[in-house]
Structures are given as structure tokens and as C-alpha cells.
């Protein structure tokens, strides 16, 4: 027999994310877990699904993967928190420069496959039938397909919590409600600088 009231679930585009609310602020140490509660306290969250992918070093940031392998192992202190990755790829392109005098080498940063990951979860997990309220973190118009399903097809609700200023309006019509990251959400919603795990102690990173 279906249960009377099944839980909510969160699926949190990680680098829609990042570059929509957090980056180049001071709030990158970011409880998710905390996040979603503040936002949706009314929800009973059973489970938060990170979808993301392993960076590279660059010339002008050679220490941003080891900030970013000190933020995964924050999130995996969260025992709801699962975390599935995606790739990232990194790669010289000649581009057009902007005085139109002629052309310059740029590196152009690519993620791949997370968006694909959540948008599959998404729709697994409707179908098993392990959630009444999926939760999107992102501001992707990729996952219209995906949540058009889960709502038409498979009955569920799905809301949206965007972290970029202007909501996209194409996904905004596809959800049954739409929230915004706003900066009082981010500041309660950080971990303690010092965290301990099984492999002992570790701290936010110094820069952030």
C-alpha cells in the first residue's frame, strides 16, 4: 500500500550552483543540507542528491581542486547527501576578441553529464515512486523534458529553487513552485569552520 505522505527529495545542480549564488562570495561553505531546510521547512527531506564534477587546476587557480576535494568531503558528513559525478573538461579555443582585432586563445571550462545524471535520477526516483515533491536546485532549461514527465506523466510535484537572480521563465511555468536563494538562506546555512570525519579533522579552506 502507498504511503499516506511520501517525502521530498532535493536534486542540487552543484555547479549552477556554485557560479549562480555562491562564487566569489563568502558563503562557499555551504551546508546543503541546512540550505534545503531553511528553505523548505514544512518538507520532510529524506534525501539531497549533489550532482557535480571533479575540476582541474588552472594557471591562474592551481589550488582550486584541492579547495573543492575539502568542500566534497564536508558534504559527505551529511548522512542524507549522496554525491554523483559528471566530468569537467578544460581546453585551449580560438575565439573572436571583442575589438574585433582578430582573434585570442582562450581556455574554455566545460561540465559534463551532471545536468544528464539529475535529470535521470529525477525521473527514476518518480517512478519508483520514492518521492511526492522532487525539489530542483538549478536554473538549467536542459531539465524541462525531465520534470514535464515527472509531473504529467508520473503525478509528482516539483518545485524550483533558483540560484541566479533572473529565474529562467521557461522553467518557472514548468514547476509547481519557485523559490530564490537570497543571501539570509546562503549566511544561515554554512558549515562550522572545523568539521571531523573518520579520517579526523579538517577546516574550511583559508581563502574562503
Known sequence: MRAASLPTRVYIDGFNLYYGAVKDTQYRWLDLSMLSKFLLPKDQIDRLKYFTALVTALPKDPDQPNRQRVYLRALATIPNLDIFYGSFLSHKVRMPRADSQGFTEVIKTEEKGADVALATHLLHDAHLDRYDTAVVISNDTDLIPAIQIVRRELGKKVGLIC??????????????????????????SQFPCTLMDADGTFHKPTSW
Open 163 to 188: 540560484p541566479q537572480m533572473r529565474v529562467s521563465q521557461k522553467l518557472a511555468a514548468e514547476v509547481d513552485f519557485c523559490k530564490r536563494i537570497r543571501s539570509g538562506a546562503l549566511q544561515a
